[in-house]
């Protein structure tokens, strides 16, 4: 699909890379347009490609009571939508089940998954393909004047390169291996006991390779991320069933886990290869441990519970959990946790109009839980430097804290559940009550103390309150047409009650501050955007929540005799903010293309023409100004709301008689991020390129979501 404003019929240089419109200002202020291209645009005139997708999968099963068995193998082959970026995997998993005597059940599972992808360069990265391509003259990979690189068409025009980024080898290699083994002892009707031990290995390799003779590095480099992962788990699980006086069911429950989570990073830069060829990190002159990480984090817990049954009516559960975590302060005990809940159903009643309202339950449930801090944030730590004479040394690093703790969340929630119509109806509403005390806020110490690193304290109060509904009706029922639809809301407020004091940046214009959701976008704000007139600019202003606080989902399935079913599912956010930089920082160099006729006005009025902006509002100023002292991408900070119509199926059940020797097949035609409707001016309101932060957001040059199209057929034996 297009890329980016419809205004720009480029698709920001990536829809189009040939022929006429490669044209852009690269100094807005000055009345001075450019012409440009680039001779290793693709023959078909677009970076885009249609890139096919396979996927192949085959299962089994048998056996008989005392052993059965699972077993299932799955390839993958997927090419991304700008060449050479793909995804390549492929695995198997085994399930066995023993049953040696009577009583006690054997289960052991095993899976393996491979994967290797290469990756297009997005983001914040010089080499980027979004940051260089959608800059159009201001590409990075631009000859210098007077150079026509290989079959540019004059030396009078800007040359510019960009396929060479795509010379860079950015990849991820990743092996998954999963193994656990269960033993189930039930020794009578009301006693049983379940050991589980589990074992997660994750070894993966990233690595961002420039060859010899790379534009921006002209002699090589590499830089190769190491990351392993093991993950060990021990799970018993008991339970004794009894029944008590007055129609009351008991099932007393207890437990404990140990979970032993190891983590190591290794990050190598190597630069500068003596020549072409296959570049290893042995081949370069320089070589650079950027970081070596090691942790191990150690929680181990205990549980006990009661649940109470009357008359298959009201249901009670109390419960207590007991943790104990290697990262909490040397002065910190074990944490309890504990937790009740209660449910009735009503419709059991005699009064109860069960003929149209079959059933109704409420409940309600308190309960706490905690987050463990990092592995390093309750002790000191150093960071080694260079000393006097080029001597080892160190210097402080954070100062630690032996009393911190885990973030405790206390949640309160009511509901009901309910059934009518004979089922056409059904209603489902959830409201919640969260707060966490104690929250891990990154303080910072007076310089004066000689720690210039934040240290985590447990001073924080959060809460979120919320609302969630769902919905599902059975439109027509009959043995040739069966309509259902479903909605579902989900809102969420947010605050940040206490924070110690601090404001906590978290990046990108993100800030949490008390009294404000979190995390928020604070900063410029144009008091009188739609006014043709001079920006009347608000300082350190809350702009709008980083995150959506409604999200309304609606879906709908429609079968047909049986066999023919079509599916679709859509969504609204509401209430997100999303700052989009991509827009902020391609019209500081002329290449946005919404901005250039403002822009033009802009330049005009500079000139002293006192009627260039007549139709100009404010915020358009403040968006694609040309003075740089007056240029700031708060201005771009705007409601991302939107629809999305996630999935659309269509598949139909083939009869076994068409499928020799089988008991039926199933053929599907699917389709993903189909449609998008919004009023945020980037290219996605759900992009960010701050991935890995559960706070913070921003879009950065990162390529939006790609249509998705699928045929699969899957037969059964």
Not at 294 to 319: K, P, S
Not at 495 to 516: C, M, P
Request: proline share 6%.
């Amino acid at each position: 699909g297009h890329v980016g404003p419809d205004e720009d019929p480029t698709g920001l240089f990536i829809n189009r890379c040939r022929g006429e419109g490669l044209v852009q200002y690269p100094d807005p202020a000055k009345d001075e347009a450019v012409r440009f291209e680039d001779p290793t645009c693709p023959s078909s005139g677009t970076w885009l490609r249609s890139g096919a997708v396979q996927q192949y999968s085959a299962s089994v099963r048998g056996g008989a009571d005392a052993l059965r068995y699972y077993l299932s193998g799955n390839y993958s082959d997927q090419e991304g939508v700008i060449a050479p970026g793909g995804n390549r995997e492929g695995g198997f998993r085994g399930n066995f089940g023993f049953t040696p005597v009577r009583g006690l059940d054997l289960a052991l599972s095993t899976s393996y998954q491979k994967r290797d992808t290469r990756w297009i360069p997005d983001g914040n990265n010089g080499n980027g393909f979004m940051l260089n391509v959608t800059r159009g003259y201001n590409s990075n990979f631009r000859r210098p004047a007077g150079y026509p690189g290989p079959d540019c068409s004059s030396t009078e025009i800007t040359c510019i390169v960009n396929a060479d980024l795509l010379t860079t080898d950015n990849s991820t290699g990743n092996d998954h291996f999963i193994t656990g083994f269960t033993a189930a002892w039930v020794p009578g009707e009301r006693l049983s006991n379940r050991f589980t031990v589990g074992y997660d290995y994750n070894n993966t390799l990233n690595e961002a390779v420039s060859p010899f003779n790379f534009i921006r590095t002209p002699k090589g480099q590499i830089f190769s991320e190491g990351y392993r992962r093991s993950f060990l788990s021990l799970d018993y699980a008991g339970s004794f069933r009894n029944e008590l006086p007055a129609g009351i069911g008991s099932t007393f429950s207890w437990g404990g886990q140990l979970f032993d989570d190891r983590r190591s990073v290794l990050e190598i830069e190597a630069l500068d290869f003596s020549g072409p060829g296959e570049p290893t990190i042995e081949s370069a002159a320089r070589r650079t441990v950027v970081n070596d990480d090691r942790q191990r984090v150690v929680n181990a817990g205990l549980f006990f519970q009661e649940a109470l049954a009357w008359n298959d009516r009201l249901f009670v559960t109390l419960g207590v959990r007991i943790d104990g975590n290697s990262a909490f302060g040397e002065d910190f005990g074990l944490q309890s946790y504990p937790k009740a809940s209660a449910a009735y159903v009503l419709s059991d009643h005699s009064f109860w109009p069960s003929a149209w309202w079959e059933t109704f339950k409420v409940r309600a449930a308190l309960g706490e839980s905690g987050k463990a801090p990092g592995a390093f944030d309750a002790v000191q730590t150093w960071r080694p430097i260079a000393g006097d004479e080029g001597q080892p040394a160190v210097t402080p690093n954070s100062v630690g804290n032996p009393e911190l703790g885990p973030e405790r969340t206390r949640e309160v929630e009511a509901g009901f559940e309910s059934s009518m119509f004979d089922g056409r109806l059904g209603l489902d509403v959830t409201w919640f009550n969260t707060v966490t005390d104690d929250a891990l806020v990154p303080v910072t110490y007076p310089p004066s103390q000689g720690i210039l690193a934040t240290q985590l304290e447990n001073v924080g109060r959060i809460r979120n309150t919320g609302l969630e509904v769902s919905v599902n009706g059975a439109f027509v029922r009959t043995s040739a047409v069966d309509w259902r639809g479903r909605v579902s809301y989900s809102g969420i407020r947010s605050e940040a009650e206490d924070l110690g004091g601090q404001e906590v940046l978290i990046g990108s214009r993100n800030y949490a501050k008390e009294g404000y959701p979190l995390p928020s976008f604070f900063g410029l704000r144009v008091r009188n955007p739609d006014k043709f007139e001079e920006p009347s600019i608000a300082q350190d202003t809350i702009i709008g929540s980083s995150f959506p606080d409604k999200i309304i989902g609606v879906g709908s399935t429609v079968t047909l005799f049986g066999r023919v079913t079509l599916d679709a599912l859509g969504e609204f956010q509401r209430g997100g903010y999303l700052a989009n930089w991509i827009g902020y920082q391609n019209s500081l160099r002329g290449a946005w293309k919404p901005c250039h006729d403002t822009q033009a006005k802009l330049r005009r009025a500079a000139a002293g023409d006192a009627g260039a902006l007549a139709d100009v509002t404010a915020l358009e100023r403040a968006k694609c100004a040309i003075d740089r002292t007056r240029q700031d991408a708060d201005f771009w900070t705007q409601p991302s709301d939107f629809f999305k119509l996630r999935t659309v199926s269509l598949s139909y059940d083939v009869p076994a008689r068409f499928v020799p020797g089988g008991r039926g097949a199933t053929f599907t035609l699917s389709g993903r991020n189909l449609f998008t409707s919004t009023d945020y001016d980037g290219l996605d309101p759900e992009s960010s390129d701050r991935r890995d932060d559960p706070f913070g957001r921003r879009e950065y040059y990162q390529l939006p979501s790609s249509r998705t199209l699928l045929a699969s057929l899957r037969v059964n034996f």
